[in-house]
């Protein structure tokens, strides 16, 4: 099984906030990562964390890191239906010097009117 | 950050067929990954490519079926050898970037074969 867990759907309302959540199995992870994955296109980073950092925002976009639960979410404020889009996050383990990211399995959110 | 370039963006291929896929950064990179997404699914790393060296594959992943070029510092391809409808899936190339924290993607690749 995957190392890292993502709930599959999540359905929100346009203009509420969206928070995504994902568990992660490896304490030495390094850095974690959000992506947004849209129909049709390839990866988009949206923002990371340093494992030493337990928030980061940036914009609309708010990362909370749980190191003793191994918890990581992204709060998605104001949702706009642009914001429709899988979104994965990854971990990149600190045995691993190369910058291999481990995904979970995308958590599909679609924002309704 | 380097900006990835990559293409085909997607092929239709007859199966027993090979794809190379190419993978062009816009600046030099010391490692470049090529990562797998089957339909409906998470993404998969496949292998590992250092320029000047060998490509390092994941488990369930070998050279014959999956051989990597990189022969400089901002290029790489992924040849999917022997092409099966199983190979149906979109293929990425990545680097890091930002000091080695940021990791980008390209586009992709979306291969259907049939």
């Known amino acids: 099984g995957e190392d890292v867990e993502q709930s599959l759907f999540l359905s929100v309302r346009e203009g509420d906030s969206s928070v995504i959540n994902c568990t992660y199995t490896?304490?030495?992870?390094?850095?974690l990562y959000w992506y947004k994955q849209e129909p049709g296109a390839g990866l988009q980073l949206l923002t990371y964390?340093?494992?030493?950092?337990d928030m980061k925002q940036d914009q609309r976009l708010t990362v909370l890191l749980n190191k003793k639960d191994k918890h990581l979410s992204l709060r998605i404020a104001d949702t706009q239906t642009g914001d429709s889009a899988i979104y994965f996050c990854?971990?990149?383990?600190?045995?691993?010097?190369?910058?291999?990211?481990?995904f979970g399995a995308g958590t599909q959110v679609v924002v309704t009117p | 950050s380097a900006v990835i370039s990559q293409k085909p963006s997607r092929d239709i291929c007859q199966r027993g067929t090979s794809l190379t896929i190419q993978c062009q950064v816009d600046?030099?990179?010391?490692?470049m990954f090529w990562y797998r997404q089957q339909p409906g699914q998470s993404l998969t790393l496949i292998a590992t490519?250092?320029?000047?060296?060998?490509?390092?594959?994941e488990s369930g992943f070998v050279i014959d079926k999956f051989p990597i070029s990189r022969p400089n510092l901002t290029f790489s391809t992924l040849t999917v050898s022997n092409l099966s409808p199983e190979d149906s899936s979109i293929y990425l190339c990545?680097?890091?970037?930002?000091?080695?924290?940021?990791?980008?993607f390209g586009q992709g690749t979306r291969l259907t074969v049939v």
């Open positions: 490519a250092n320029q000047g060296s060998e490509a390092t594959y």
């Open positions: 990545s680097h890091l970037g930002g000091e080695n924290t940021e990791a980008f």
């Open positions: 964390i340093f494992s030493n950092m």
């Open positions: 490896d304490s030495s992870s390094t850095y």
């Open positions: 990854a971990e990149r383990m600190a045995t691993d010097s190369w910058g291999k990211l481990q």
């Open positions: 600046s030099q990179v010391t490692m």
